[in-house]
């Protein structure tokens, strides 16, 4: 047995305490899932590393990404996949449905994408949104800014 169905199997939490309405803790055994959980931890933190491997001057070089490097990679590559999600919004859609919808041009939505995808990912952490309604209240808080800076 691994150390995750060891966990698992003292992670039965709570059953419906009828008498008294309210859930109760079942479990005698959860101080023994307690000691579990830092073992776990580190578990996972030891295989947060990377290795890329570059040919430079026609010599394979192994670089290995500190976790700093690879916390840093994976938030650039989350802000990139936002602004490819944003940028999706205009598939399918001509320059005059643009500006009828959105009430700007195509190209000054394009140069709005990176605040957009920032904004949207913003309110989907910091408020737990869900990532469409983030999406179109950040369109309509970055264009509407946009127009009150250009006024």
Same mark, same amino acid.
């Given at each position: 047995? +691994? ?7 003292? %992670? &039965? @939490? =709570?059953? *419906? ?14 101080? =023994?899932?307690?000691?579990?959980? $830092? ?17 430079? %001057? +026609?010599?394979? #070089? ?6 700093? &490097?690879?916390?840093?990679?994976? @938030?650039? #590559? #989350? =802000? ?11 598939? +399918?859609?001509? $320059?005059? %449905?643009?500006?009828?919808? @959105? ?19 913003? =309110?989907?952490?910091?408020? +737990?949104?869900? *990532? &469409? ?19």
């Amino acid at each position: 047995m +691994g150390i995750y169905s060891d966990y698992k199997k003292y %992670d &039965e @939490f =709570s059953s *419906w305490d009828m008498d008294k309405g309210c859930r109760k803790i079942v479990n005698q055994q959860s101080k =023994s899932a307690r000691k579990l959980k $830092p073992k776990l931890r580190r578990q996972r933190r030891a295989r947060l590393q990377m290795e890329i491997i570059r040919n430079l %001057d +026609g010599k394979e #070089q192994v670089i290995q990404l500190t976790d700093d &490097e690879l916390i840093d990679a994976y @938030f650039e #590559q #989350q =802000s990139r996949f936002d602004e490819e999600d944003v940028l999706n919004i205009l598939d +399918g859609m001509e $320059p005059k %449905d643009i500006e009828d919808i @959105f009430k700007v041009s195509k190209e000054t939505f394009i140069e709005l994408i990176p605040e957009i995808a920032d904004e949207m990912r913003r =309110s989907m952490d910091k408020y +737990g949104i869900p *990532w &469409e309604e983030a999406r179109a209240n950040a369109v309509t808080k970055i264009i509407a800014l946009h127009k009150e800076v250009k006024a």
